[in-house]
Every structure is written in C-alpha cells, then in structure tokens.
C-alpha cells in the first residue's frame, strides 16, 4: 500500500481513538483523540467538502467528504491532497498544540520529498524535520511504554529512509507507486494480444530497458531531437 495510505490510517486510528487500546491503558487520557467526538468529526469532513471547491482543477476533482468517504471512495492521491495541503489548516486549533506542531513536521518534511528536484540544503532540511517528527511521534503518543507500543507502525520508520534513499537514488517522487504504476499502465497500453498476459509485460518491460540504456548511452539517436548528455551526467 501508499505510504501515504498508512501513514493516514495510523494518524486517523490515533485521533479518532480507535486504534487498540491496550488494559492497562485508558482512552480517557489520550488527548489527541480529538474525534472521538462524532461532532468534531462530522464538522471535519463538512470542512474538507468545502474547501474543495477551493482546490485547482489541474489537482483533480474536490474532496470528499472524509467522514462519508474514506472507506470507500477516496483514492491514494485524495489521501495524499488531504493530508499533506489541507489537513494541517483545518486541523489548526483542533488538534493539540504539540501533535499539530509536530504533524506539519511531517507535512512539511513530505513535500519536500515530493518534489522533483531537490536541493541539497532541502534535503538536510527534510531530514532535520522528518526524524525530528519521528523522535517526538515516540514521546507523544507511544510514550515509549511497552503496552503502547504498537502505536508507532512501520510506515512512521520507513519516513525516515526517505532522505537517504533520495541521495542513492534521487527523489521519491521518480521511483515510488505513482511512477511504477503509470508505467504498468503504458506497457499494459502497449499489449495487442489477450495470450500469455504476464509474459508480454515482461518483454515489453525489457525492451523498453534497452531502449532507455540505448538513449542514455547515444542520446543522438533519440527521435525527440533532444542534443547533448542526459540530464545529471557528466562528460568525463
């Protein structure tokens, strides 16, 4: 699944205090379950549903209703649009002081990983931000106490790898589902034939390869008309 998915539906179980609750623990002492009122999460998804008629078009259609939609209709991208551009405006002054600071961490830390070129003082800057954002999610909500500990899922430590896996292989954004499953999406345009559906893929995949590693290696053969060496080599 998105990472974005994961992350939403840890924060979302957080807040709407649903996610397990441990015998020795209390719910009454989670003061970011924010809504478990059903009047402060209904009034939420009211909220998203009007500020969507504020989004561009070009970032899609509006946003659901949250509150109505979330198991059903919202999509990875609608995760991503409420999460990292809405969220931290409408949930200002309703989530805590301290878990809303330390969400726009997140926010802030993930847009800068989602663009596609970044600097290198955006990238220092990013992972200041995201492991500072995972150090607290450990004292504010896991507490670092053993009953709690299932509070803190995989997906808040695979936040953490992002910096250093853009400095191996460049920004998420390149390489992670979106670009992956587009790609399924052209070689699954570029099948004719109904026969062996997972072989014709696989060699439409490879030969899109070589083409590529041809390109990268003799950019004058391109038919795109594009001179010069590929974009972030250097003539050696």
């Not at 957080?14 to 002492?29: A, F, M, R, V, Y």
């Not at 301290?98 to 989602?114: A, D, E, P, R």
């Not at 399924?184 to 004719?192: A, K, R, S, Y």
């Amino acid at each position: 699944m998105h990472l974005t998915g994961n992350l939403l539906d840890l924060l979302i179980s957080l807040w709407q205090g649903t996610i397990e609750c441990n015998p020795l623990d209390n719910k009454n002492s989670w003061d970011w379950a924010i809504f478990c009122d059903k009047a402060v999460w209904t009034a939420h998804g009211q909220a998203i549903a009007d500020a969507g008629i504020l989004i561009p078009s070009s970032f899609d259609h509006k946003l659901w209703n949250i509150t109505d939609k979330i198991n059903t209709d919202y999509k990875t991208w609608e995760f991503h649009l409420y999460m990292f551009s809405l969220a931290p405006d409408l949930l200002y002054n309703i989530l805590p002081e301290c878990y809303w600071t330390n969400f726009c961490k997140l926010v802030h830390g993930i847009q800068i990983m989602s663009q596609h070129t970044i600097s290198k003082q955006d990238l220092e800057h990013a992972y200041i931000l995201l492991c500072s954002w995972g150090h607290e999610c450990e004292l504010i909500y896991y507490q670092l106490r053993q009953d709690c500990l299932h509070f803190i899922h995989p997906c808040v430590h695979q936040v953490l790898h992002l910096v250093t896996e853009a400095m191996y292989k460049g920004p998420p954004i390149c390489y992670m589902q979106w670009t992956m499953e587009h790609t399924i999406g052209n070689l699954g345009q570029e099948i004719h034939q109904p026969s062996k559906p997972y072989e014709n893929p696989a060699k439409e995949g490879v030969q899109q390869c070589r083409v590529n590693s041809l390109l990268m290696i003799m950019p004058e053969l391109s038919s795109d008309g594009i001179c010069g060496l590929p974009k972030g080599s250097l003539d050696i």
